[in-house]
């Protein structure tokens, strides 16, 4: 009946299996089964390849088209990436959560519809939270509820837009849209949510660093990317965009300046990023919409290379935090140097895979005249550069020597960064491979000596300006601490007012009562008093008075029956 | 430096060929080195003809110039941000990892000499 599987049943089929197989088995199963995916992906034709009724609706399970197949790709070579990285782990709940995590995501990049896309996008939110309870601590138990209910609110946003959506139009088509009705706006607000748009960002910066080791690695890949493809395919050319991605890339880098957690340094540099893809969506021209994809294929991987390496450090050290760490070059020369590397791409260093890949979008706000939108992603360029590119490796590294003398990494981790190494690497300096798979027809150079040397001015000095600031002491040190971001209205401010409001509604509540049962009881004291068994009129009940009001009660009986 | 002493016979060779960058000349060499290749790319802009698409980017340095004072302003605001929201480790305590050790069963803590 049907003759294709959907690449995200291989996952899910993987996913229950894999609790049965043996315990080195899996592991191979987990690392193999992305290749196939990839494989499955790479060939298959384009089109609508499967469509399943559901409830009187025809769900588009598989739609493949160039922008499809490039996210599924790059999906399938993060999970494989991820999962080699997870190696030695032994821990069931996290591999069979990488398997749904990663299969969710995939069948979101080729759902053709809304409701195929409503199951999916719930799907990476419920089995991703496990990679952060799979900490097992009473703060990973905490920071996973709040992602799960950000992430699971995100869904039903989406769902309420798609029954809009559906009554207005007639139709679950997932397809470009026009912002207007409310049901758009809810798509909208939807997608905005899981992309980390400013003020919904917050979940990413709480949750990534609280996750496991691996666990971050295989998070890093996909939720927002998912949500760049699903803004792309959607709202490719909202104007709204352009703003919204700016400030992303904007605030996010001053955070990362001051933030000690240097997983959660990545996470706002991750969500700086974002900015610039959806800055390119917003645009949505060719070019635009070629950078975004680009990048978002040149930052999957960079972005894993970077919480790998890091991830390799907590895993030796047992901490991630810039003020405990530095001097770790000695004894994990090969994960600094493959820090470095990610770092490079991040900061778009020619021949490194930011630098063919971002410059698409710069180029693209400048040529649709955005020239403050293009002033603003070059500040951001060179900040994600200063905090990235320069802070990641120099504090974990280098900086001064923390004493710390951690082993290598074990060999799985070393080959994994290796291998997102080499694509780096790779499409930096030949990019020919990428372009050909992007959505549409690429007639940009990377490579002229205008964007060379001006990049390369930028960066160098902005490495003088890291560089002058240290050595006046003026660049702040590392500190141990937490800084509030906009999720201090919720995890502070709001439970606070909570428990203000609670207290008053409390007060009043508690007086009304009392004052309710202190009447009762006054009332009962009095009736008791006058009634009881001492009581005045207790003293002076005839024994016959009961036979009095018998007779009363017959007599009224007796008129009763008379006149009905 | 001298507080962690380690053998350098004893690091992997890979970290030995970086022991230079602790060497209080060495990095003054290497910060040296970055003045110079900046002072080459300004000068370079003078030397070849650029293709741009703004006004702006003309500008010999403009690159440079805006990549040196954006980051110097970048840092500075970041600097006095902190003033307003930096608050102890276990402010969110017990609610958040930051305050929490790692859990030990899910490392593989190891020192490079054994």
């Known amino acids: 009946m049907v003759d294709i599987i959907p690449t995200a049943f291989l996952f899910f089929l993987a996913a229950m299996v894999a609790p049965f197989v043996p315990v080195v088995l899996r592991s191979v199963l987990l690392v193999a089964l992305p290749i196939l995916a990839g494989f499955q992906i790479w060939y298959l034709p384009e089109g609508m390849l499967l469509q399943v009724g559901f409830f009187g609706f025809e769900l588009e399970l598989m739609r493949v088209d160039p922008m499809a197949r490039i996210f599924g790709l790059v999906f399938s070579l993060a999970a494989f990436l991820g999962n080699l990285y997870a190696w030695h782990v032994r821990d069931t709940v996290q591999q069979v959560a990488a398997l749904l995590y990663a299969g969710s995501a995939i069948g979101a990049v080729f759902a053709g519809d809304l409701i195929t896309l409503f199951f999916y996008w719930e799907g990476t939110a419920i089995a991703s939270v496990f990679l952060i309870w799979a900490r097992r601590t009473e703060g990973a138990y905490h920071t996973g509820i709040r992602y799960l209910v950000v992430q699971i609110g995100s869904g039903v946003i989406l769902i309420a837009g798609a029954a809009l959506f559906y009554r207005e139009t007639g139709s679950i088509a997932f397809e470009n849209m026009t912002l207007g009705s409310l049901a758009t706006w809810l798509i909208f607000l939807s997608f905005g949510i899981k992309c980390a748009f400013p003020l919904m960002h917050n979940w990413l910066q709480d949750a990534y660093p609280a996750a496991t080791v691996t666990g971050t690695v295989i998070l890093s890949a996909f939720t927002t990317k998912l949500a760049v493809y699903a803004l792309a395919r959607g709202f490719a050319g909202t104007e709204i965009l352009i703003y919204i991605g700016a400030i992303m890339t904007l605030f996010p880098i001053f955070y990362a300046v001051i933030e000690n957690d240097l997983r959660r340094v990545l996470a706002y540099s991750l969500n700086n990023q974002l900015g610039f893809m959806v800055v390119g969506i917003g645009i949505g021209t060719e070019l635009a919409l070629n950078g975004t994809v680009a990048h978002a294929f040149a930052h999957i991987l960079y972005k894993a290379l970077l919480f790998m390496s890091v991830g390799a450090v907590l895993f030796r050290t047992g901490t991630a935090k810039g003020s405990e760490l530095g001097g770790l070059y000695r004894t994990m020369p090969l994960t600094m140097i493959f820090c470095v590397i990610g770092a490079a791409s991040i900061s778009a260093f020619p021949l490194f895979s930011g630098f063919v890949t971002k410059s698409l979008i710069l180029s693209a706000s400048a040529k649709e005249h955005y020239y403050y939108i293009w002033a603003i992603l070059l500040f951001a360029s060179a900040g994600v550069f200063h905090h990235s590119g320069i802070k990641i490796p120099y504090f974990a590294f280098f900086a001064h020597d923390s004493g710390l003398r951690p082993k290598e990494a074990p060999p799985h981790m070393l080959i994994a960064m290796g291998i997102a190494s080499f694509f780096c690497i790779a499409v930096g300096v030949y990019p020919q491979p990428l372009y050909a798979l992007l959505p549409y027809e690429v007639e940009y150079i990377s490579y002229t000596t205008t964007h060379v040397i001006t990049q390369m001015q930028l960066l160098m000095f902005s490495a003088l300006a890291f560089t002058v600031l240290m050595r006046t002491g003026i660049y702040p040190p590392e500190l141990r601490s937490v800084n509030l971001d906009s999720d201090w209205s919720y995890r502070w401010l709001l439970p606070r007012m909570i428990r203000k409001i609670a207290t008053v509604v409390a007060a009043i509540w508690n007086g009304i009562l009392s004052f309710l049962t202190q009447r009762l009881k006054n009332i009962i004291a009095g009736l008791y008093h006058s009634h009881g068994p001492e009581g005045r009129m207790a003293s002076t009940w005839p024994t016959g008075a009961m036979v009095i009001w018998i007779s009363v009660l017959l007599g009224a009986t007796l008129i009763v029956s008379f006149f009905g | ?114």
């Open chain 2, 1 to 114: 430096m001298s507080k962690h002493e380690t053998d350098p016979a004893k690091l992997p060779a890979l970290g030995r060929m970086f022991l230079w960058t602790g060497n209080k000349s060495s990095v003054d060499r290497l910060v040296y080195g970055i003045y110079g290749v900046c002072a080459l790319l300004f000068l370079a802009d003078f030397f070849y003809e650029k293709h741009v698409y703004l006004a702006i980017e003309e500008v010999p340095g403009f690159y440079a110039l805006y990549g040196f004072f954006m980051c110097a302003a970048l840092v500075v605001c970041a600097r006095f941000m902190r003033i307003f929201l930096k608050r102890d480790e276990d402010y969110y305590a017990p609610y958040d990892v930051e305050s929490e050790d790692y859990p030990e069963d899910q490392l593989d803590k190891a020192t490079h000499d054994g």
